[in-house]
């Protein structure tokens, strides 16, 4: 952070943060961590929305719901939250929250044990709570109550009863009634049981406000850290990229001056994301970092992360430290502006060929020669090397001009920008999955783009629950899941009726997270062919939950682009007839019956294509008008359903100005239980009431020739 901001504008992002909540300006250096005081609400705010990802301790699933349920606004529920996320206590967690915000009162048992766990809503969470509720209740030594929760811990049931009738007898001297006593004594080996250590868990809390603190204030150079630290992990540095999309960018209200020389306030502003952008050779370090560009503001509100050289595979250390030193310490040359001028500068030795071509097809060099070049400039890597071999050797011989200086490299001036002589061979460019290809290969997943975009509106359309989603599914719901095949393992059938077929186990990512699933020998022998590493399909199958984490048995397969004849189920055709008093205006009303006839003939021919067996879908007429929207069902019709079938209406209905006016749906999506969860629209009815006034041919009308 000191790095890469000034001393005023740290204080300023955090003191100007504060004064919004009316809070006094900290005293002390802002990155002072433990100085820190833990009364600032916007920090409390980042544990409130859940968004912890990269904050000690606060990161599972399970704790970011809590923290949502919890809405902690103070140091003590960070503490309590630490121990409560665990077996046995986290069945307390719902009477915190209740408790917590008025939901539920909070019982009286005795002045003292209401004294002990008032911070925690009458609930004895910590093992120092138990202690002392047995020592001053109880009247039994600090020391013996120690003992006893470990005695407790230990079911030592012999110690445990030789406590009892002594802190009955302590707490009958204190008001208590017997079986009040027992009950309390009882509820105390429940509590010590799993009782947590408060000291440990504050010493956590204060950790995870800490680490919340500086991503609240100071977001890219904190997930910048963070990316650095995980990057040994693909998967993590996947995740954290993901991570930094979503991250809030607070920005504190600055004061500024007014007319008259008066002091006012702007408001305080914020933007969600922070770019992760690749490696680049002439902005990267050595791990992830933070940068701006030339006139870019450097405050919290600006900046993007770069990865780090060493993020590429077979880029280490030892090569991106020379690559750093030849940018930063030739005063004369500055930023490298071509690979010729990179292979003249770098000391080959340490950086060798395998390292250049890596940098390469992870776009380290794209800010010079443009992403469309990296083919060319892999061509042209021999060639580059050879130039900055002759002058490394001209440097070593001390070849020098008539002023007494090293002479160039004849080949230096050409190798500048916009400079005539050596120049990238003309190759055709990598296609976008080539492309791609190489960045997984030496990065470990894509960067610039993925293969799934493609299908990103598609994988939306059809598939009725995500990665993430599974993971809270009961078995045996049913589910279509999307996205791209991480993994495929074909095996034999070993046992059983099937013995000898095959069968594969394979791992489906989408942009949530991924789920393995498994495909028996006779889905195998129809969809074996669709089965290809990075390949986007949809997989339609239940969901398995006999181990720790879910997974799907497989009953079909569709590839991305047969999805919409494949998938749908409903096609949905709005209609937005134009106001009453124009409908005759320059015979509009006569073409839009004639747009109609034409409609109705493309869903007759596309109602009488398809094989047997092909999916049909029924089809809906959207009715819009006077602001409101009646959904029709054609009945008994069913058509075929492909990609282009949107723009074929769109095209009859003389559709132009890119409205949408013909959607695909695949089957309803599912909440968080497996249930179906219905289209937001109006529900579907079978017949639309016809308006008072027109003619008397029926009371009702369900066909596309009435409209």
Not at 559 to 579: N, Y
Not at 669 to 691: E, M, Y
């Amino acid at each position: 952070i000191r790095n890469s901001l000034d001393e005023k504008t740290i204080r300023a992002t955090v003191n100007n943060g504060r004064k919004a909540q009316g809070l006094e300006p900290l005293a002390i250096d802002p990155l002072d961590l433990d100085r820190l005081t833990f009364d600032d609400q916007n920090v409390f705010d980042l544990f409130r929305r859940g968004e912890t990802a990269g904050v000690f301790q606060f990161e599972s699933g399970g704790m970011r719901n809590l923290l949502v349920g919890m809405k902690p606004d103070r140091l003590e529920d960070l503490i309590a939250a630490n121990a409560l996320f665990r077996p046995g206590p986290m069945d307390l967690i719902p009477d915190y929250c209740d408790r917590k915000h008025k939901r539920k009162p909070v019982p009286n048992v005795h002045p003292i044990v209401d004294g002990f766990t008032s911070e925690t809503h009458g609930i004895m969470v910590y093992q120092e709570q138990v202690m002392q509720i047995v020592h001053g209740l109880g009247s039994i030594p600090l020391r013996a109550a120690y003992t006893l929760i470990k005695d407790i811990s230990k079911k030592k049931q012999k110690s445990i009863d030789a406590v009892r009738p002594k802190f009955v007898e302590g707490a009958e001297k204190q008001g208590l009634t017997r079986n009040k006593a027992e009950e309390l004594f009882d509820l105390i080996l429940k509590f010590a049981g799993y009782g947590f250590n408060k000291s440990h868990s504050t010493g956590y809390a204060i950790i995870a406000y800490q680490t919340a603190y500086l991503k609240t204030y100071f977001p890219v150079q904190y997930m910048a850290a963070v990316l650095t630290y995980e990057s040994v992990s693909t998967e993590k540095v996947v995740e954290y990229c993901d991570e930094c999309r979503r991250v809030l960018r607070y920005a504190p209200p600055q004061e500024k001056t007014g007319k008259g020389g008066k002091k006012g306030g702007t408001a305080a502003t914020s933007n969600r994301g922070i770019e992760v952008k690749g490696p680049d050779i002439n902005l990267s370090d050595v791990g992830f970092a933070d940068v701006f560009l030339p006139g870019e503001p450097r405050d919290t509100a600006h900046g993007h992360i770069r990865f780090g050289l060493s993020a590429v595979k077979g880029v280490g250390e030892s090569a991106v430290n020379p690559i750093l030193k030849a940018r930063r310490d030739d005063k004369s040359h500055g930023p490298f502006t071509s690979l010729f001028d990179f292979c003249e500068r770098v000391p080959l030795g340490s950086v060798n060929r395998a390292t250049i071509e890596a940098l390469i097809k992870c776009g380290a060099f794209d800010s010079v020669h443009g992403m469309e070049h990296r083919a060319a400039m892999v061509e042209a890597l021999d060639a580059a090397i050879s130039v900055g071999q002759r002058a490394a050797a001209d440097r070593d011989s001390g070849q020098l001009n008539m002023f007494g200086m090293i002479e160039p490299a004849p080949d230096k001036a050409a190798s500048a920008p916009g400079a005539p002589g050596v120049q990238l061979p003309r190759v055709a460019p990598w296609s976008n999955n080539e492309q791609l290809a190489f960045e997984k290969s030496v990065l470990g997943f894509y960067l610039s783009s993925h293969p799934m975009d493609q299908y990103r509106d598609t994988l939306d359309c059809f598939a009725t629950a995500t990665c993430a989603e599974i993971e809270k599914f009961e078995g045996e719901i049913e589910v279509v899941l999307g996205g791209m095949l991480t993994r495929i393992k074909p095996t034999v059938v070993k046992n059983g009726r099937s013995a000898g077929a095959k069968m594969a186990m394979i791992t489906i990512q989408d942009n949530t997270g991924s789920l393995e699933g498994v495909i028996f020998s006779e889905a195998y022998a129809t969809h074996a062919p669709l089965l290809e590493l990075d390949a986007t399909v949809f997989v339609k199958g239940k969901i398995d939950r006999k181990r720790d984490r879910p997974s799907i048995r497989v009953d079909q397969v569709v590839a991305a682009r047969d999805a919409a004849s494949q998938l749908t189920q409903a096609v949905h055709i709005a209609l937005r007839p134009p106001p009453a008093d124009l409908y005759h205006v320059n015979g509009y009303g006569d073409s839009l019956r004639d747009d109609l006839v034409r409609l109705r003939e493309l869903l007759r021919v596309a109602g009488n294509n398809g094989h047997n067996g092909h999916r049909k879908a029924e089809v809906f007429l959207d009715v819009h008008q006077d602001g409101q929207v009646v959904s029709m069902r054609l009945n008994g019709m069913r058509i075929a359903v492909d990609a282009d079938l949107p723009a074929r209406v769109a095209t009859t209905l003389h559709i132009e100005n890119g409205q949408p006016c013909c959607t695909l749906r695949g089957a309803p999506k599912l909440n968080r239980r497996g249930a179906a969860v219905l289209h937001n629209d109006a529900a579907p009815i079978d017949r639309l009431q016809r308006h008072p006034g027109d003619d008397d041919e029926g009371e009702f009308c369900a066909s596309i020739d009435r409209y």
